[in-house]
């Protein structure tokens, strides 16, 4: 059963501080663990507040035995109403550099004001002093994350940081994406345009183009996420990649398989077409934009690849 912080003994108060600057800790390290292959400053920073969290458990557990004893009541944030919440892990974006110094920010703030109310709780005066100094240290730490923000960073380290948060992007969500809406978008051609001109029928046409881009969607996203762990090419959490490898594919299939929803054949061959073309330029765009491929030669290879495979599935319709 959860307790009300204005229940809690100061003996109580004080085990609670020391859980909520161990968890912190950990916390921390964790924060470090995961930017240290591409953020070393920012790991290292972070370590340093570690450090500090670590320091300000141990003269808390001091000065609990000096006044209490060695037996600590384990009393967690959980156990408390309204007490300091934690986001879950879980809920930060792989290695984002951003949003761990947001959350660390924030995690400093909280435990500053959790200081400030917990100097209400106790009369002795050394244990005040303690909880007072904990709460301008943690004030200082607050004010310190804020200045780990991008934008204060020295200009060599913003461009260090801007440019490593580019290639992980490039590696994590273009790269998968863009396989899978060139996938969909050519792969699905072929079949789609054949059975559209064998049967001259807008519902068969469209219902062999979702079979497809489903087909190649689920085939896709298996692929990518199988393809590696990401532990040594830093290409990310295989699951994240693989929804998106296997969600692209199907957008890409589906764009030019929706216009046989239309009743009459040739006009939705006709709004089909136009959307393929428009499906192959925006992936030689996304080539040009993010893989420095020119866009003269990156329109060259998908166009003409694309125009082919097109080609094909109505000339087999055809027969």
Request: with cysteine.
């Amino acid at each position: 059963m959860r307790r009300n912080f204005r229940d809690l003994s100061s003996p109580e108060v004080l085990g609670l501080a020391i859980s909520l600057e161990e968890e912190d800790a950990r916390i921390l390290a964790e924060f470090a663990r995961r930017l240290r292959s591409d953020f070393p400053k920012a790991a290292t920073d972070i370590d340093g507040m570690r450090e500090e969290e670590e320091g300000h458990r141990h003269r808390l557990i001091e000065m609990f035995k000096a006044r209490y004893g060695d037996e600590i009541p384990l009393v967690r944030r959980q156990d408390v109403r309204g007490f300091v919440r934690r986001d879950a892990l879980a809920g930060l974006r792989g290695n984002d550099v951003g949003q761990i110094r947001q959350r660390v920010a924030l995690m400093e703030l909280e435990t500053a004001r959790f200081y400030d109310r917990a100097l209400v709780k106790t009369s002795d005066a050394e244990v005040r002093k303690l909880l007072g100094d904990l709460a301008t240290e943690e004030r200082r730490h607050e004010e310190r994350s804020a200045q780990l923000r991008p934008e204060q960073l020295p200009a060599g380290e913003r461009e260090e940081e801007a440019r490593t948060s580019r290639r992980l992007f490039l590696l994590q969500v273009v790269q998968p994406g863009l396989a899978g809406l060139m996938d969909g978008s050519v792969s699905t051609l072929a079949p789609l345009f054949a059975s559209a001109f064998a049967t001259h029928d807008s519902m068969d046409a469209f219902k062999v183009g979702v079979a497809a881009s489903v087909g190649a969607g689920i085939s896709m996203g298996f692929a990518e996420a199988l393809s590696d762990d990401g532990s040594l090419t830093g290409r990310g959490r295989p699951l994240l990649r693989g929804v998106i490898c296997g969600f692209m594919t199907l957008l890409g299939g589906l764009g030019h398989a929706l216009p046989y929803l239309i009743p009459d054949f040739w006009t939705a061959t006709v709004i089909a077409t136009v959307i393929v073309l428009v499906e192959l330029f925006a992936i030689a765009w996304i080539r040009n934009r993010y893989m420095d491929t020119p866009f003269l030669q990156a329109s060259f290879q998908v166009v003409v690849g694309g125009v082919l495979v097109f080609l094909t599935g109505i000339w087999i319709g055809s027969a």
